[in-house]
């Protein structure tokens, strides 16, 4: 061969190289030591996605990401911190990478779509140390259209030790800009807290999924897949460095190993960043599953989501009881009355219908939460016949799900698993819920986290060992789902968020935002056992209450998916007075629990989402709103051309309203098809449900065609002629042109300026009035008002002297000085000068001159007045004005401070005349586990504090505020009751207890009670369940002076 015909053979071997190297994101690649600063990248089967990847000058691996033109992660480090070893973080070389692309398309055996693209390029950077001992390390990147998932390798060498204890996994994830982020705080035991939205500055450490937005609109989502024999992830603010999280892993008791590995090659799990260009894109998407490995089980015929009735919402809400004695729930014949509601109102013979019977088991006497050793999982109750009630519930066509509580003792459960999952197969059971009740962290072994190794591999082994008996696993108080519903198709649920329980626990939880925002946040690693279906969300037993309409909770069946779906109701609170099923009740029954295709139209985080589900040739809809009332539009192009459904709609009703009529459900049937729009008219915390199927030829024939809401609307009383800023009203007449209900804001105009709104909805076919008004028609003569929408009206407005009024008045004190302040309001056509007067007890004791301009809708000014008193002690009502006098007291009598406390109950300990000179002093507001090291739980104690109510006050009631006590007390002052929050055991342990532990105290003590001119005695009675006893929190004090009757 020539020298020329080598050379050229040469060149073109060496373009070929280069090439490929780019086509395919890796750049050429030369000798090691020349590789040492090499950056190499990948893309996304369709390019919009970008992964890039490199070493800083200290050898440090680095990745960024971005989206289309736009950087999402910035340079992010990667690496690990070892106990007895040293980091596995700097002074790499790259000595080789590879591009792979890979496309399949599988079948879940259950889910939300009944086939799943799994097409990703995957990029592997495979690192050496440059010196000694030259240890490597892999990171391998899966890049999807819909996100990135990347998880470290350590492969099998002789460099590294086998014996690995990870005490740090240094994972970074620099965001590129402030994004507003949804988020729960970390709490390596619960997830059950409500969400939080701030920007991601405010973020400092949370719980995985953390999902974002960013300035661009771009939609991400932070978390794990396929958490395998390893620590849950939490993220945290890494000080100094803006926008940027790092990882950080649920340790180990009394250590600072997070991870305990004994042999080689270690995997971690995947770390994911879903994107998306809307939040729906993140619902939508099926990464966190395909980054799972295919179903371990071979066989799984058995497994067959479920919806299910069980006797739990009556405990939940203090209908009954876990434990046994008069108000034990699980009984044989309260089981039966379950299975018989079952067996006539669902459809047993089309869907898997199943039963829940919580209680059932030995060990719930006592302080059940504490003493999860008492747990037998074979042995029931006497008053409960298992064997009886299951050949019952098999008779009529309802599954039984086992019940098993564990109370955080796992030696106990472990121990009985076998023998326990083998009786259960044998009596035909093939679905248990567990529970892992223990808010401070396992029991036994002492000091295990939930979200900690030890239970990732406790979770997961459970779930296995459950396949080998053919019983499927709903997992409360779990680990969060990362997606091994793939590999372990027979793990049908997880709890782990703030499910609907809680808004029987306390008023604060579950506001109507939530539900909006748990798609989009908890739901992003999986199902969630969310328990919806409360139809009486007033909540008849207890003191709180469901944020939600009627209509949501049926709405919450599409948007919150889930193996295993309750329906979480008393059965009676299903039915009428007269004791008729409810017809909007059809819709639960109806609706699938597994499904084949998922479209999101609408969702804006914490707002509102729509979602659509397909089932075979039927359609779901589920719509949810926050506290806002909205109607949204869902465009019908999903359906297929040319055929006609039947629209079974079911709508907050006209009169819905949250606070008030929250149970008012519109029912409408109509033919739909794939040119139509639905609107989806909700109430404030409201919802929508819509169930589509194709019509048969009857049903085309009879059902009305879809006619979309249009509202006429025409003036009905306008006024001719008012005087400047004279409050006003416009009344119109609005009627619904279409055959299902919808809402409209309508707005108040003048001069083409919104002065005012208000948001209606009206039934198809009727006509409303509807009233808006103003007071600001400020400019004298001619103007034009207006309903959005209508024609302008004209209204003369004439001239108004100067005229005041009183309002924001203010009033505090300062030793003996009071300082009083008000908002003076000229409602005149110009300005004028008001002659203030401050009044203190019915006389006026000063007054001055201020000028107050004019403006439409009354010009504004402020006034301050200070008084001296001389007396040291008295009662005053202040007032400016002609506003509304408020009572002030002198001198100020704290509550703060110091407090005297006492372990133990004796009722003696109420009386005013008690010797508690031997009591200890403690500083509140603080738990009694602080301020006294008192950690036993199931345990009371008592405050006291003696204070001096002048003689000045005498015939004025008090109020005082005593803030957050965990879980009862009883408050005495003089030793009279005044007050009681929450209710005490009424056996051992905490049974019959009702926490009030996130009530803010704020008692009256009646005027007959106290000893004025004299020493009076609070003593405060407290029993606490476990953690946190005590008055933990504030507002405490000061004491108020009402105002005399």
């Known amino acids: 061969m020539s020298f020329k015909k080598s050379l050229l053979s040469l060149f073109i071997v060496v373009f070929m190289l280069m090439f490929s190297a780019s086509l395919f994101g890796v750049n050429a690649l030369g000798k090691a030591d020349e590789q040492e600063n090499i950056k190499t990248f990948a893309h996304s089967p369709n390019g919009k996605v970008k992964v890039e990847f490199h070493l800083t000058e200290q050898g440090e691996p680095q990745y960024q990401i971005s989206y289309g033109k736009t950087f999402l992660i910035e340079p992010s480090s990667l690496g690990f911190q070892f106990k007895e070893q040293a980091p596995l973080k700097r002074n790499f070389k790259i000595i080789d990478t590879s591009i792979e692309n890979f496309n399949e398309h599988w079948e879940p055996v259950w889910g939300e779509k009944s086939k799943i693209k799994n097409h990703y390029k995957q990029l592997t950077i495979y690192l050496q140390e440059k010196d000694e001992p030259k240890r490597k390390m892999n990171i391998v990147f899966r890049i999807y259209d819909d996100g990135v998932g990347f998880r470290y390798v350590l492969p099998q060498q002789e460099n590294l030790d086998e014996n690995l204890q990870i005490t740090g996994e240094e994972t970074e994830f620099h965001f590129s800009s402030n994004n507003t982020s949804w988020w729960i705080p970390n709490d390596w035991d619960s997830y059950e807290y409500n969400y939080n939205k701030t920007p991601l500055s405010e973020v400092d450490e949370v719980s995985t999924p953390l999902t974002m937005k960013t300035p661009e609109g771009i939609h991400l989502a932070v978390h794990e897949a396929a958490l395998i024999d390893y620590s849950g992830m939490a993220l945290k603010a890494v000080n100094g460095e803006e ?372 089932s075979g040739n039927e359609w779901y809809i589920g719509s949810i709103t926050d506290e806002k009332a909205r109607d949204l539009d869902v465009a019908l192009d ?69 006619k979309a809401p249009e509202l006429t609307m025409d003036y009905k009383e306008v006024p001719e002629e008012i005087q400047t800023n004279d409050q006003f009203e416009v009344t119109a007449t609005v009627t619904n042109e279409g055959n299902i209900i919808t809402g409209k804001e309508l707005e108040l105009q003048i001069n083409g300026e919104t002065v005012s709104k208000k948001k209606i909805r009206i039934a198809p076919g009727v006509t409303k009035e509807v009233n808006l008004s103003s007071n600001k028609l400020f400019e004298t003569g001619e103007q034009e008002i207006s309903i959005k929408g209508l024609d302008s009206q004209t209204v003369m407005v004439t001239e108004k002297e100067p005229a005041f009024t009183y309002s924001n008045l203010e009033v505090t004190s300062e030793d003996q000085t009071i300082t009083a302040t008000a908002t003076v309001t000229n409602y005149g056509s110009y300005k004028g000068t008001a002659t203030v007067p401050l009044n203190v007890n019915g006389e006026t004791v000063d007054s001055k001159k201020i000028e107050v301009p004019a403006a439409p809708g009354g010009g504004t000014a402020e006034v301050t007045f200070t008084w001296q008193i001389a007396e040291e002690a008295g009662v005053y009502q202040i007032a400016i004005g002609d506003s509304k006098a408020k009572t002030i007291a002198l001198p100020e009598i704290e509550l703060t401070g110091t407090w005297l406390f006492q372990k133990g109950d004796n009722m003696n300990w109420k009386e005013s005349g008690y010797d508690d000179s031997q009591w200890q002093e403690v500083t509140l507001p603080s738990s009694w586990e602080e301020h006294s090291d008192y950690n036993e739980s199931n345990v009371y104690g008592w405050y006291r504090k003696t204070i001096d109510i002048p003689e000045q006050w005498e015939g004025h009631s008090l109020k005082i505020k005593l803030g957050r006590i965990d879980d009862v007390d009883t408050t005495y002052v003089n030793g009279e009751k005044i007050a009681q929050s929450g209710e005490f055991p009424t056996g051992e342990g905490e049974e019959g207890m009702i926490s009030a532990w996130d009530w803010d105290r704020e008692y009256v003590i009646p005027a007959d009670t106290i000893n004025y001119g004299e020493e009076n005695v609070i003593s405060i009675r407290v029993f606490d369940a476990s953690g946190g006893g005590g008055l933990y929190q504030g507002p405490l004090g000061p004491v108020e002076v009402l105002p005399l009757k």
Do not use: C
């Open 243 to 614: 926008n940027t999280l790092k990882s950080i892993l649920a340790p180990w008791p009394d250590s600072n190993v997070k991870v305990k590995k004994d042999s080689l090659p270690v995997e971690t799990p995947w770390r994911t960043i879903e994107i998306g260009e809307d939040a729906g894109d993140l619902v939508e998407s099926d990464m966190i599953l395909n980054l799972n490995e295919p179903s371990a089980i071979e066989d799984t015929s058995w497994i067959e989501p479920m919806k299910y009735v069980g006797v739990w919402w009556e405990m939940i809400s203090g209908k009954s009881t876990w434990a046994s004695g008069e108000k034990h729930g699980a009984t044989t014949e309260n089981a039966k009355r379950y299975i018989d509601f079952a067996n006539k109102y669902l459809d047993t013979e089309n869907q898997n219908i199943g039963l829940l019977v919580e209680g059932w088991n030995i060990g719930w006497d006592g302080n059940w939460i504490e003493n999860g050793d008492k747990f037998s999982f074979t042995e029931p109750y006497p008053d409960y016949n298992l064997d009886e009630v299951v050949q019952y519930a098999k008779d009529r066509n309802v599954s039984y799900i086992m019940h098993n509580e564990t109370s955080g003792d796992i030696i106990n459960y472990e121990e009985q698993m076998d023998e326990a999952y083998r009786m259960y197969q044998q009596l035909g059971i093939h679905a248990i819920k567990s529970g892992y009740v223990a808010d401070y962290g396992i029991h036994n072994p002492e000091g295990q986290k939930h979200h900690g190794q030890y239970m990732v591999n406790h979770y997961n082994n459970a779930v296995k060992k459950a396949a080998e008996y053919d019983i499927m696993i709903n997992t409360h108080e779990p680990i969060k789902p990362t997606g091994l519903a793939r590999t372990y198709p027979n793990w049908m649920s997880r709890e782990g968020v703030m499910g609907m329980e809680y808004a029987a626990f306390g008023d604060q939880n579950n506001p109507p935002e939530h539900d909006t925002i748990l798609p989009f946040t908890r739901m992003m690693g999986g199902p969630i056992d969310f328990t919806p279906g409360i139809f009486d969300v007033n909540i008849s037993h207890a003191d709180t209450r469901v944020h939600s309409t009627r209509a949501k909770q049926l709405a919450l069946y599409v948007t919150i998916t889930t193996g295993t779906q309750m329906v979480a109701d008393l059965p009676e609170n299903y039915k009428d007075e007269n004791g008729q099923i409810l017809p909007e009740f059809k819709f639960i029954k109806d609706v699938p629990v597994t499904w084949d295709d998922i479209i999101v139209p609408n969702a804006e985080i914490g707002d509102y989402a729509t979602i659509v589900r397909r």
């Open 638 to 706: 999903f359906l297929d051309n040319g055929k006609k459904y039947v629209a079974e709609i079911y709508s907050d009703g006209p009169e819905a309203n949250l606070e008030k009529n929250p149970t008012q459900v519109s029912i409408d049937r109509v033919s739909v098809d794939s040119n139509d729009t639905l609107t989806a008219s909700m109430a404030a915390g409201g919802g929508h449900a819509v169930r589509l199927y194709p019509a048969d030829k009857e049903e085309v024939k009879e059902l009305p065609e879809y």
